[in-house]
């Protein structure tokens, strides 16, 4: 590998990382922001560890993973669920009890599996920018550890002075999977039905994450 090369690489896989980060920093402070306090800095450490050794996983087997039917449609239809329940579980002011029902374990759980799933496209365009040169995928895989780490308390900080950002970070996760429905290429979609997929899953799960919500104080 010439040095244009390996600094051309290692441009591309900051570049992915910083572009590709910010959802998964998102689910990480959604499903964290819920915690007591003193458990938020567990469930961010534990989850993104828990999360970036998916990574390692899906890079080591993305040739097999591009082979198998529907498997980001699936990866879609879980992560929008993920994003309404995000946003319809949110801890209510006027209903302090919710918070026992967020646990350590259950918030790292979340983490990892939603930050496998839109994982998909992280790693493989990350192997697809390298050329699947091993030094390159672990450069990017760790390089993703501070973005997630520190993007994520940074944002749970936020959504605890404005409420609203849970909403958007829902939504955000909606617009993900909306991208991820039209880059499973078993459906064959043409690129111009990205835009309003997206749409219309960030629409959808802030639409859905509001209704789940409201029930959800009724029920108290």
């Known amino acids: 590998m010439t040095l244009w090369q390996l600094v051309s690489n290692v441009l591309s896989v900051v570049f992915l990382d910083l572009a590709l980060g910010g959802d998964n920093a998102a689910v990480i402070a959604m499903a964290a ?12 450490f534990f989850g993104a560890m828990g999360a970036v050794g998916c990574r390692f996983i899906l890079a080591a087997i993305a040739v097999e993973l591009m082979q ?9 239809l879980i992560l929008f669920y993920i994003g309404a329940k995000l946003i319809g579980e949110q801890e209510d002011e006027e ?20 930050d496998a799933i839109m994982s998909l496209d992280n790693v493989l365009a990350i192997v697809g920018a ?29 959504m605890d002075r404005f409420p609203v950002v849970v909403y958007l970070a829902g939504m955000l996760i909606g617009w993900s999977s909306g991208g991820l429905v039209v880059s499973d290429a078993t459906l064959a979609l043409s690129t111009s039905w990205k835009l309003p997929l997206e749409i219309g899953g960030a629409i959808l799960v802030g639409v859905w994450g509001y209704i789940w919500k409201k029930r959800a104080s009724k029920a108290q």
């Open 130 to 158: 390298t050329n699947g040169h091993l030094g390159m995928v672990v450069f990017g895989m760790l390089f993703s550890v501070p973005i997630i780490l520190f993007g994520s308390t940074i944002i749970v900080k936020i």
């Open 95 to 114: 209903t302090p009890d919710i918070k026992s029902k967020n646990t350590l374990m259950g918030a790292i759980v979340t983490i990892i599996a939603a």
């Open 33 to 44: 922001k819920n915690l007591d306090v003193h458990l938020r800095k567990k469930a961010i």
């Open 68 to 76: 198998i039917p529907y498997l980001k449609l699936v990866g879609a």
